[in-house]
């Protein structure tokens, strides 16, 4: 307790410390107005460079590959080129110009990689590029894979002793998917099948979500709270529970048992509404995911934003607000390690459910 009251005090210090540094200075140099609005969408998006942190007016970034097709032709080049200059262009053999490359700030291609064309439109080509959530997804798998190889080899050396360390944090975890999700959801014929997909969709999430939290390079991307990746998780879950459903989950879909006949003819109300409710299953895994793990990232972004908004109009007030602020920060990062906990159990929970109704036995 003692040492966990000493790490707090030091925050408070260092935190006001660089506050009224940072605030001091403000004052006697003019700095352009602190837009809090786009320091919090520039952390919830993806982008193509990773920004660290800005020293003395300089910003220090990870700037990223950027990898587009456009007519058969692939480019390569480092979105380093765009904080340099607002367009690259392309030399083709003959040291002629060849295609002019942009990131628009507005528009329908706000953000992105863009070929401009010589009448004045954008033209969108294929892009692969390794942006900043590409980036932090292979760092998260490659962290995944050392725990579980870690794992691995701590079972295959210590055989049939007790769980020590590492192996028993993940053991436990590992036997609460199954006993406590998989087993009360799937029956027991079935279960063994879906099981590694529900281990791994609980670890993928839970660790991406801790790793949000961590507010340094090369951690802290919001990959979890990115619609593409929970909308690809949800697709998992959707390809799997239909294409591996047997008969008597097709029959309760299209004709549900129990159901008076009116509603499945001459209209079949009941068969268009279980048909609808298979494609709305995997979209509110994907929407429930993203929307707390990005309100999460906001909120804390939006306490942190409060003590630069009130330094802009006192520099006193700022250093206070520093200190209420990371109160807050710490509180709400508390509840988050909850969430990013609850969010994993509720994602594994819901797709062993939706496997149990595929695999759902007939009942005389």
């Given at each position: 307790?003692?040492?966990?009251?000493?790490?707090?005090?030091?925050?408070?210090?260092?935190?006001?410390?660089?506050?009224?540094?940072?605030?001091?200075?403000?004052?006697?140099?003019?700095?352009?107005?602190?837009?809090?609005?786009?320091?919090?969408?520039?952390?919830?998006?993806?982008?193509?460079?990773?920004?660290?942190?800005?020293?003395?007016?300089?910003?220090?970034?990870?700037?990223?590959?950027?990898?587009?097709?456009?007519?058969?032709?692939?480019?390569?080049?480092?979105?380093?080129?765009?904080?340099?200059?607002?367009?690259?262009?392309?030399?083709?053999?003959?040291?002629?110009?060849?295609?002019?490359?942009?990131?628009?700030?507005?528009?329908?291609?706000?953000?992105?990689?863009?070929?401009?064309?010589?009448?004045?439109?954008?033209?969108?080509?294929?892009?692969?590029?390794?942006?900043?959530?590409?980036?932090?997804?292979?760092?998260?798998?490659?962290?995944?894979?050392?725990?579980?190889?870690?794992?691995?080899?701590?079972?295959?050396?210590?055989?049939?002793?007790?769980?020590?360390?590492?192996?028993?944090?993940?053991?436990?975890?590992?036997?609460?998917?199954?006993?406590?999700?998989?087993?009360?959801?799937?029956?027991?014929?079935?279960?063994?099948?879906?099981?590694?997909?529900?281990?791994?969709?609980?670890?993928?999430?839970?660790?991406?979500?801790?790793?949000?939290?961590?507010p340094i390079f090369p951690f802290g991307a919001n990959i979890t709270?990115?619609?593409?990746?929970?909308?690809?998780?949800?697709?998992?879950?959707?390809?799997?529970?239909?294409?591996?459903?047997?008969?008597?989950?097709?029959?309760?879909?299209?004709?549900?048992?129990?159901?008076?006949?009116?509603?499945?003819?001459?209209?079949?109300?009941?068969?268009?509404?279980?048909?609808?409710?298979?494609?709305?299953?995997?979209?509110?895994?994907?929407?429930?995911?993203?929307?707390?793990?990005?309100?999460?990232?906001?909120?804390?972004?939006?306490?942190?934003?409060?003590?630069?908004?009130?330094?802009?109009?006192?520099?006193?007030?700022?250093?206070?607000?520093?200190?209420?602020?990371?109160?807050?920060?710490?509180?709400?990062?508390?509840?988050?390690?909850?969430?990013?906990?609850?969010?994993?159990?509720v994602f594994t929970l819901l797709s062993a459910l939706y496997f149990?109704?595929?695999?759902?036995?007939?009942?005389?």
């Amino acid at each position: 307790m003692k040492i966990g009251k000493y790490i707090i005090s030091l925050s408070f210090l260092i935190c006001l410390l660089f506050s009224t540094t940072s605030f001091a200075k403000a004052e006697n140099e003019p700095k352009e107005e602190f837009k809090a609005g786009e320091v919090i969408i520039e952390h919830i998006l993806d982008s193509y460079d990773w920004h660290i942190f800005t020293w003395k007016g300089h910003h220090v970034s990870v700037y990223l590959p950027i990898i587009v097709f456009n007519e058969g032709k692939c480019y390569t080049f480092s979105s380093k080129v765009f904080h340099e200059s607002d367009k690259y262009v392309t030399v083709n053999k003959t040291n002629s110009e060849e295609l002019v490359f942009a990131i628009p700030h507005e528009g329908k291609y706000k953000g992105k990689v863009v070929i401009l064309n010589a009448d004045g439109t954008q033209t969108r080509p294929w892009d692969i590029s390794i942006t900043k959530n590409v980036m932090a997804l292979f760092i998260s798998c490659a962290i995944i894979l050392v725990l579980f190889f870690l794992v691995t080899k701590a079972y295959r050396e210590r055989g049939e002793k007790a769980p020590k360390g590492l192996q028993s944090l993940f053991e436990w975890l590992i036997c609460y998917v199954r006993d406590d999700i998989a087993r009360k959801a799937i029956n027991e014929k079935s279960v063994d099948k879906y099981l590694p997909y529900l281990v791994t969709v609980f670890f993928f999430i839970f660790i991406n979500n801790l790793l949000g939290l961590i507010p340094i390079f090369p951690f802290g991307a919001n990959i979890t709270g990115n619609i593409a990746v929970t909308a690809c998780l949800a697709l998992f879950t959707f390809f799997i529970t239909n294409l591996l459903g047997n008969k008597e989950y097709y029959k309760d879909i299209f004709n549900t048992p129990g159901v008076p006949w009116f509603l499945k003819f001459p209209l079949p109300l009941m068969p268009i509404i279980e048909t609808v409710g298979c494609f709305t299953k995997p979209f509110v895994l994907a929407v429930r995911l993203f929307a707390n793990i990005t309100a999460g990232h906001i909120v804390v972004l939006g306490f942190i934003s409060s003590i630069f908004i009130v330094a802009q109009i006192s520099a006193a007030g700022g250093a206070g607000m520093s200190v209420f602020s990371l109160i807050l920060v710490i509180f709400v990062d508390v509840i988050e390690l909850l969430v990013a906990y609850i969010q994993a159990y509720v994602f594994t929970l819901l797709s062993a459910l939706y496997f149990g109704m595929a695999s759902k036995e007939h009942h005389h």
